[in-house]
């Protein structure tokens, strides 16, 4: 049967948790902070010192999701306090994760570069091939910030031919692969990966407003202002626009934005 509560509190306040973090890609600020009051009672009564870092690391990935990106800090780094007194490496490795795309978004591209780093050399300790790509990935990224789109090709490549972090953690991979190829100017090979994740959206009701999915939609946006399809570029902005409303993702904001009005400044001209 069930597991109440009375019975195995801490058990309770993992599987809230967990569910509560799958539920944060995609799904609206509003809806998701109306349910953590529940969880913090949940993670206060299970007095568990692992549970409550996982709990500041999911507010932590709200946060930086919804742009909030000190507040989203200040988590990840009470989670991280509590962690660097544990002996759990494998939550450690995910927080480091969590503060590197943190940094990100703030731009400091070497800070983040340190927390992939030190997130790796943890699995090799953990033996988790999940956070062990989602640290390549992002490092990845970190080789197209510099335009060393040889690296991050390579790498790219490597967290897809893993296949170990799931169906969505592959879609980011293959946007940051979508992107390498816009940069490289290989519009053909952009084009494929694309395609490859509009496959994924065909088969799960729901998915375009999560995350890599709706980033994956801009990279589309840019690569058609690429071939000078402004109209359809227009058309695909002003959708994506209306699928994050509510979402408050801060960084996607101004990247559709951006793109939007240099769409609109081509239009004018034509």
Same mark, same amino acid.
């Given at each position: 049967? @069930? /597991?109440?509560? %009375?019975? !195995?509190?801490?058990?309770? *306040? ?7 973090? $799958?539920?944060? +890609? ?15 009672? @949940? /993670?206060?009564? %299970?007095? !568990?010192?692992?549970?409550? *870092? ?7 990935? $709200?946060?930086? +999701? ?35 795309? $943190? ?168």
């Amino acid at each position: 049967g @069930l /597991v109440t509560e %009375a019975e !195995d509190p801490a058990l309770v *306040a993992w599987i809230q948790l967990h569910q509560f973090r $799958l539920l944060v +890609e995609g799904h609206s600020m509003k809806a998701l902070t109306a349910m953590i009051p529940l969880l913090r009672r @949940l /993670v206060i009564r %299970a007095g !568990d010192a692992q549970i409550t *870092a996982y709990l500041h690391m999911c507010i932590a990935v $709200l946060e930086g +999701e919804t742009g909030h990106l000190d507040e989203g800090t200040r988590h990840s780094e009470i989670a991280e306090s509590i962690l660097e007194q544990s002996d759990n490496s494998s939550l450690r490795s995910a927080n480091l994760v969590n503060q590197g795309c $943190l940094a990100v978004l703030k731009g400091d591209i070497e800070r983040a570069t340190n927390a992939f780093h030190l997130s790796k050399r943890l699995t090799q300790k953990t033996g988790d091939p999940f956070i062990a790509s989602r640290a390549d990935g992002n490092l990845a990224h970190m080789h197209l910030f510099r335009g060393e789109l040889k690296e991050a090709l390579a790498l790219f490549e490597r967290t897809l031919r893993d296949r170990t972090f799931g169906k969505l953690g592959e879609v980011g991979a293959l946007d940051g692969l979508a992107r390498v190829h816009l940069a490289a100017g290989d519009f053909d090979a952009c084009e494929a990966c694309l395609r490859e994740i509009e496959l994924y959206k065909a088969g799960y009701d729901g998915h375009s407003s999560m995350y890599h999915v709706r980033w994956a939609g801009l990279t589309k946006a840019r690569l058609l202002v690429r071939n000078n399809k402004y109209e359809e570029a227009s058309d695909l902005l002003l959708k994506l626009q209306r699928d994050a409303m509510g979402l408050n993702d801060t960084a996607f904001d101004v990247g559709l934005s951006l793109t939007l009005a240099l769409v609109c400044a081509r239009l004018s001209k034509c």
